[in-house]
């Protein structure tokens, strides 16, 4: 055990980033009080994480103000090791008093905490050295916008929305967020790292049609730098196009075909993915792609790529959770698993080692061999056919431990590569495994939903439940 150290003693001279009211100095100075004070109470290992974070939120609806929310949040989190048994704990308050005990009750908890073999901090060989957990990844652009300018542009979205069509009866209004945070962790492994970063939307749900035909949709732009936010009255006509688009849906008859997932449901395909390869899933065993490193689980066209420095990118990190150093590589090569999603926990658990994915997947980019650059929606339609272009989903129909899929959804029935009519009031089902190895193209729709990036796929046949 370390000996213990002397706290630090806290101050607030050097002046926060504009938005916050804690700079980076004073949460380091937060972490090496818990963690010194964990040393004092005998802790075997520890680490700690201050963080802030702050916002606006503003909506509107037919043109009148409906809420503005202005969020700020702090905590200290603290987990403490006793040998292999492990406490947690938090606090908001960030006195001295108060960060002693909450160390006091995360070593409390570990001291009466079951050995659990595979607790412990990372390994040291996989913590992140200083200069790259330094990394300037560009995460960072706040929007000093105010409540009054954040309102007149949600009103520019839903008015461009509701000027489209005669046919745009009504709105389930729009919103624009600005959001920004920022952190400080270290652990008794050697690791210390931190930075901010900020995410800033402008969304809109327009309503077409009345009484029974009566059609809803929606669109968002989501970025870090406000400036790269697509227009409002840009994402105001697409939205309501969208709902235009699905007046006079009919269901239709039950039957097997060929479905073309919209690009921004295609990301939620490549969830599925990074869910059943999680280590959680895997030492658990529930998941449908157990013991799957080195099998093909999908086309030989088909590649998965992760890549955690991608600038301004929404998955983005110089390092994990835990500290672990992160790097580009392949998940899908040619079809064929090469990585699971593992933390430092999960990797014990399996005899393996983290690949730096505590707290989720980096930015994933799924693609084809055979995509070309022309290979637009429409090019894809002709692909598809005659089958059944999704473009909503409803529900949360996947069974991880099986792999069963049954989604309800709505979109369109296209024939000879053309759309023909909306639909809606259907069930699509299938099997993830199945469903994988059925991926015959991949658009060059390349869509980006979060952390994920991937143009709309094509399966080759799945169940299509209607009349």
Not at 21 to 36: C, K, M, N, P
Not at 292 to 297: D, F, H, I, K, T
Request: charged share 20%; with cysteine; proline share 4%.
């Amino acid at each position: 055990m370390n000996k213990p150290i002397k706290p630090p003693v806290l101050s607030q001279d050097t002046a926060p980033a504009p938005g916050f009211t804690y700079s980076q100095a004073r949460f380091e100075e937060l972490v090496d009080l818990a963690l010194g004070h964990a040393r004092v109470l005998g802790a075997t290992d520890a680490g700690a994480e201050a963080s802030e974070g702050s916002g606006l939120s503003v909506s509107v609806r037919k043109g009148e103000l409906e809420n503005v929310e202005r969020n700020r949040d702090k905590s200290l989190g603290v987990t403490v090791y006793v040998g292999q048994r492990r406490g947690n704990a938090s606090t908001s308050d960030f006195s001295q008093e108060a960060v002693k005990r909450t160390v006091q009750a995360a070593f409390d908890i570990a001291r009466f905490t079951a050995d659990d073999p595979a607790a412990g901090l990372p390994d040291a060989i996989d913590i992140v050295s200083v200069s790259e957990a330094r990394r300037d990844l560009d995460l960072f652009h706040p929007w000093a916008v105010s409540s009054a300018q954040a309102a007149e542009i949600a009103r520019a979205a839903e008015a461009a929305a509701l000027t489209v069509d005669k046919r745009i009866t009504n709105s389930e209004g729009a919103s624009v967020s600005a959001q920004q945070s920022h952190f400080f962790s270290a652990h008794t492994r050697g690791f210390r790292g931190g930075y901010a970063s900020s995410r800033h939307s402008i969304a809109v749900s327009p309503i077409a049609g009345k009484g029974d035909d009566m059609q809803r949709d929606y669109w968002s732009s989501s970025q870090r730098h406000p400036q790269e936010l697509a227009a409002p009255e840009a994402i105001g006509r697409y939205a309501a196009e969208r709902a235009l688009s699905r007046l006079k849906a009919r269901k239709i008859k039950t039957t097997e075909c060929p479905v073309l997932f919209e690009s921004p449901l295609a990301a939620g395909l490549l969830g599925a993915l990074v869910q059943a390869l999680s280590g959680s899933a895997l030492y658990r065993k529930s998941s449908f792609l157990l013991d799957s490193l080195g099998q093909q689980v999908m086309p030989e066209h088909i590649d998965v790529r992760e890549d955690p420095f991608v600038l301004r990118g929404k998955g983005s990190s110089p390092f994990d959770d835990e500290g672990v150093q992160v790097r580009p590589r392949s998940v899908i090569e040619a079809g064929q698993v090469q990585g699971y999603f593992l933390s430092s926990y999960s990797a014990r658990k399996l005899g393996m080692r983290t690949t730096g994915n505590a707290g989720g997947s980096h930015n994933l980019n799924l693609t084809s061999r055979l995509t070309r650059p022309q290979d637009d929606l429409n090019a894809m339609l002709e692909k598809l056919g005659s089958g059944l272009f999704v473009t909503e989903l409803m529900g949360q129909g996947v069974n991880y431990v099986t792999g069963d899929y049954s989604r309800g959804a709505s979109g369109f029935w296209v024939e000879k590569g053309r759309i023909v009519y909306p639909v809606q009031e259907i069930t699509i089902a299938g099997n993830m495994k199945e469903m994988f190895l059925g991926m015959a193209a991949v658009g060059s729709d390349a869509y980006n939903y979060g952390a994920k990036t991937v143009g709309s796929i094509l399966i080759e046949r799945m169940k299509v439940a209607g009349n």
